[in-house]
């Protein structure tokens, strides 16, 4: 799973499938739960730690289900997205046709399915906010589109993390903008996250959630307590950024792993609370590891 998730980390899958179309992908989900063979959905692998022992499940791919088209009509202008397209590639689609609304998501690793499952949230807008429909399906097959009633969505949280449906696209609403303006702030956004050191090293982005809570963002609390740059194995807290944990090489799960039980346990020394994860833990984990 290493060549499949951002941190360049995790250990074999059982089942690999990688389907072509929304239909092959529903028909592959109906037939893995009909056998009762666990399924992870895999995204972009940009939200996750995968195991050294690897995932003992079926994974499903959604990375070759790509394209996205842009729709202007009097209603309003959609931008309609299969659940493999990278972010990027919307909103830069949404660029070329001068729409405005997705340029907060620019540069965001991640694929249209995984960024609504996980409600992305970057540079204060979530992806709820622009989203119309949700086409999924569950293990029946059957394909659906359900609107996307905000009320359903949170921070960093979606309907789809307690419903097991696949995620097939996605549509989102645009609206009219000046072409420079939208391109500013995409490449703004870009060389800020450059800045914050996002692409020097695999990872998957913020570690923690930030909770409003806690008076600080995450990333602020870790470094107030100087851990930033503290390493276990080959996985380091950014130096650049106290809610990122690097892969400067080689770095295990069970490191990465480890290097997330520390900053909690400094954490809630310190301040007296728990964080609480971004990032998922996926596949077959130790005992002791756990
Ligand atoms: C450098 C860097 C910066 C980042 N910055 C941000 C940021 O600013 N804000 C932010 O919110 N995140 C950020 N992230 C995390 C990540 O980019 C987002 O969470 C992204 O939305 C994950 O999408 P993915 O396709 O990689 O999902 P994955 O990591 O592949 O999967 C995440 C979850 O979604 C599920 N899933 C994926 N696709 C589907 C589907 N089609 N149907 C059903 N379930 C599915 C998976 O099963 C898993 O549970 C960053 C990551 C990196 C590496």
């Given amino acids: 799973m290493k060549d499949h998730t951002s941190f360049r980390i995790g250990g074999p899958a059982d089942i690999y499938i990688e389907p072509r179309t929304p239909q092959e992908a529903a028909q592959c989900y109906r037939q ?3 056998r009762e063979i666990p399924v992870f959905v895999l995204g972009a692998g940009a939200n996750i730690l995968v195991s050294d022992l690897g995932i003992r499940a079926a994974v499903i791919d959604m990375g070759s289900l790509r394209g996205c088209s842009v729709t202007r009509s009097e209603q309003g202008h959609t931008l309609v997205a299969r659940a493999g397209t990278p972010m990027s590639d919307a909103s830069s689609l949404a660029l070329e046709h001068g729409l405005s609304g997705l340029e907060f998501i620019y540069s965001m690793p991640g694929s249209v399915g995984g960024s609504v499952w996980m409600n ?44 097991g449906s696949l995620i097939l696209g996605a549509t989102f ?8 303006q939208i391109e500013e702030k995409m490449q703004w956004i870009k060389r800020d996250r450059e800045r914050k050191g996002h692409f020097l090293y695999p ?15 995450t990333g602020k609390l870790v470094d107030s307590l100087g851990l930033k740059g503290t390493c276990i194995g080959g996985a380091c807290v950014s130096r650049l950024h106290g809610n990122i944990i690097v892969n400067t090489g080689a770095a295990r799960a069970q490191e990465v792993r480890q290097l997330i039980r520390l900053l909690e346990t400094e954490v809630r020394r310190a301040y007296g609370f728990q964080l609480e994860r971004e990032i998922l833990l996926v596949g077959q984990w130790d005992e002791e590891e756990a």
């Fill in 32 to 34: 893995l739960a009909e």
């Fill in 120 to 163: 992305a949230r970057c540079y204060g807008r979530s992806i709820s906010e622009v989203l119309l429909t949700v086409e999924h399906c569950g293990s029946s097959g059957r394909i659906v589109t359900m609107e996307a009633e905000q009320a359903r969505f949170g921070y960093k949280s979606s309907p789809f993390q307690h419903s």
């Fill in 203 to 217: 990872c998957a982005g913020s570690i923690f959630k930030n909770n409003r809570e806690f008076g600080s963002p």
């Fill in 173 to 180: 609403s645009l609206v009219e903008g000046r072409r420079s």
